[in-house]
């Protein structure tokens, strides 16, 4: 093994409230147990955050924050500094050579204003490399996330509450309607009784807070325990719409017989059990297996990513594939039997599956169904389907069918509203308040409908035959496989247009394209490639080979999936 240091990079946490001002600690950790190199005067390390969060970076720790147990390293051996305007820090080394042993690290703690809304960002980490001493920092890049705009602050109905003793509750009620509740080294004990906490603010520094049997209940407003530790006994404590921020040195004890549950983000619906999408998908709450490629029983027509596992519709059969990301285990689930006399429906479509936070969404041959994980068929949509399901709004469900873009409760199934558009889209995409759809009408057009009543405000000619379409926050990204390029457009909400603002060439034949938070991935069918583009500025960061016909890809928070022909899933 390398003698050299290995910087491995992370970044606490990767759940942010949106709308919020977030906390965060980025760290560097020596990795290599065989390593004989020092950290020499002049090395440095460089984060840089993703737009526009990043611009409102602020450093909320005046020195470097050192973990070094040999005592070789101290904060007065680094230098801190923040740059706001190109959303970069850097912590410098500025001391003596010293050793960098496993287990040691250094950070620093930023500050910024979280953007308002469902989104993934990035990380990009970098640092000096000289030949011999210092490897590459891993992971270049890590994804964090937003999970939805916070409720409100409220202005409070309450004085702070400041207790050193720390209050006793048997059975009583306490609540706090936008005011703060401040313990300070003291302990808040409730017995069988019910805190709540409405937009305020409760904070615990070095205290300890007991809930035995009682239920605790955060509506929108913020716990944040810094150095103390929070105990639940059977108890039931629910988070709707705020943020629990748990600081270094603090330990979360849940006990036996107690319920946590975690809102799933978009769509409502709570995991029965386990962490939500969010959770998996930013905060790598496990290392990802060493399998990069599987073989399933059929080739995968789509790919979805449920928070837990990747599930691929297995073409022509009546079966779901769940895999496992962090074992790379494949479990086949069948669907259930529309009665004792008929048989399982068959799976069609190349965009045929998509999650709603509770349920997925699959076409078959005798319509568009809702699939829970066990196979089960709870749902069957008005809609015909037979194109498949496009796409998931938070409410509803936009289902392509013939010439129709339709709007399916996800609750019951119903249309609610429907989009002519004369043609079969070819792809969907949602912004937040608008479904895109774009057809091979009139050499290429573009539409734009409103989420809230169907109604299309929006109408672009494109000028090529489209294929994909992906949303990235801000703009659209609309393939052109006849050009073997992807096209950036942006939209003016005054002037109700969009404009093109970018064209890339990624290989022969774009099939599918899908953004993960911070890059454009674009399947090449024909080529039998995968590219990646940042999508800032459409830059090519490289170009994977694949087996034979890439279709369908997926990104489970970490890791993007292809599912190509002969029924082979890679990791990439």
């Known amino acids: 093994?390398?003698?050299?240091?290995?910087?491995?990079?992370?970044?606490?946490?990767?759940?942010?409230?949106?709308?919020?001002?977030?906390?965060?600690?980025?760290?560097?950790?020596?990795?290599?147990?065989?390593?004989?190199?020092?950290?020499?005067?002049?090395?440095?390390?460089e984060f840089t955050l993703d737009t526009p969060?990043?611009?409102?970076?602020?450093?909320?720790?005046?020195?470097?924050?050192?973990?070094?147990?040999?005592?070789?390293?101290?904060?007065?051996?680094?230098?801190?500094?923040?740059?706001?305007?190109q959303r970069l820090v850097r912590i410098e080394y500025i001391g003596k050579g010293a050793l960098f042993r496993s287990g040691e690290g250094f950070g620093c703690v930023l500050r910024f204003l979280a953007p308002p809304a469902y989104a993934f960002g990035s990380v990009t980490a970098k640092s000096l490399v000289r030949a011999g001493r210092?490897?590459?920092?891993?992971?270049?890049?890590?994804?964090?996330?937003?999970?939805g705009a916070t409720s409100g602050t409220g202005k409070g109905d309450q004085p702070p509450v400041k207790t050193d003793g720390g209050p006793k509750t048997g059975g009583g009620v306490t609540v706090v309607n936008g005011g703060t509740t401040t313990v300070s080294g003291g302990n808040t004990t409730v017995n069988g009784g019910h805190t709540q906490v409405n937009n305020g603010l409760t904070s615990v520094t070095g205290g300890s807070t007991q809930v035995s049997g009682g239920v605790t209940a955060i509506s929108g407003g913020i716990?944040?325990?810094?150095?103390?530790?929070t105990t639940v006994s059977g108890g039931n404590t629910s988070v709707t719409g705020g943020q629990v921020s748990a600081g270094a040195g603090t330990v979360v004890n849940v006990g036996a017989g107690a319920v946590l549950n975690i809102a799933a983000g978009p769509g409502g619906g709570a995991l029965a059990s386990g962490p939500n999408f969010l959770q998996v998908a930013a905060a790598r709450w496990y290392e990802a297996?060493?399998?990069?490629?599987?073989?399933?029983?059929?080739?995968?027509?789509?790919?979805?990513?449920?928070?837990?596992?990747?599930?691929?519709?297995?073409?022509?059969?009546?079966?779901?594939?769940?895999?496992?990301?962090?074992?790379?285990?494949?479990?086949?689930?069948?669907?259930?039997?529309?009665?004792?006399?008929?048989?399982?429906?068959?799976?069609?479509?190349?965009?045929?599956?998509?999650?709603?936070?509770?349920?997925?969404?699959?076409?078959?041959?005798?319509?568009?169904?809702?699939?829970?994980?066990?196979?089960?068929?709870?749902?069957?949509a008005a809609a015909g389907g037979v194109n498949g399901p496009a796409l998931f709004d938070g409410e509803s469900?936009?289902?392509?069918?013939?010439?129709?873009?339709?709007?399916?409760s996800a609750v019951t199934g119903n249309i609610t509203d429907s989009v002519w558009l004369s043609l079969p889209p070819e792809g969907v995409a949602f912004d937040g308040k608008r479904v895109w759809a774009v057809t091979g009408e009139n050499g290429g057009s573009l539409f734009g409908a409103r989420v809230s009543d169907a109604q299309i405000e929006c109408q672009q000619v494109l000028g090529f035959h489209p294929g994909a379409i992906a949303y990235d926050g801000a703009n659209l990204w609309i393939l052109d496989p006849a050009g073997n390029t992807v096209q950036r457009w942006t939209y003016d909400a005054v002037t109700n247009t969009?404009?093109?603002?970018?064209?890339?060439?990624?290989?022969?034949?774009?099939?599918?394209?899908?953004?993960?938070?911070?890059?454009?991935?674009?399947?090449?069918?024909?080529?039998?490639?995968?590219?990646?583009?940042?999508?800032?500025?459409?830059?090519?960061?490289?170009?994977?080979?694949?087996?034979?016909?890439?279709?369908?890809?997926?990104?489970?928070?970490?890791?993007?999936?292809?599912?190509?022909?002969?029924?082979?899933?890679?990791?990439?």
């Open 223 to 229: 716990t944040n325990i810094t150095g103390g530790n």
């Open 1 to 45: 093994m390398s003698k050299n240091i290995l910087p491995r990079v992370e970044v606490s946490p990767q759940v942010y409230a949106g709308g919020a001002i977030g906390t965060m600690m980025i760290t560097v950790t020596s990795a290599n147990l065989l390593a004989k190199a020092d950290l020499v005067n002049g090395d440095w390390f």
């Open 498 to 572: 969009c404009v093109a603002a970018g064209r890339y060439g990624v290989g022969r034949g774009p099939r599918t394209l899908l953004f993960d938070g911070a890059f454009i991935w674009v399947a090449n069918w024909l080529e039998s490639t995968v590219v990646k583009l940042r999508a800032s500025d459409g830059a090519q960061l490289g170009s994977t080979a694949t087996t034979l016909r890439p279709q369908a890809l997926a990104f489970d928070g970490i890791s993007t999936w292809v599912a190509c022909e002969q029924g082979v899933v890679q990791r990439l």
């Open 397 to 408: 469900v936009w289902v392509m069918n013939s010439n129709n873009l339709q709007k399916v």
């Open 53 to 85: 969060w990043g611009q409102t970076l602020v450093l909320a720790s005046g020195s470097a924050i050192v973990n070094s147990p040999a005592k070789l390293l101290q904060p007065a051996d680094f230098s801190v500094a923040a740059n706001a305007g």
């Open 134 to 147: 210092l490897d590459a920092v891993t992971p270049d890049v890590t994804t964090v996330s937003f999970a």
């Open 289 to 380: 297996a060493s399998v990069h490629r599987l073989t399933l029983a059929a080739r995968a027509s789509a790919m979805a990513f449920d928070g837990r596992h990747v599930w691929a519709a297995l073409a022509q059969s009546s079966k779901l594939a769940r895999i496992d990301p962090s074992s790379g285990e494949v479990t086949e689930v069948m669907l259930a039997s529309l009665s004792p006399v008929q048989p399982a429906p068959t799976l069609i479509g190349t965009g045929g599956l998509i999650y709603d936070g509770e349920k997925f969404w699959v076409a078959t041959d005798q319509g568009c169904f809702a699939v829970r994980r066990d196979g089960s068929l709870p749902l069957r």
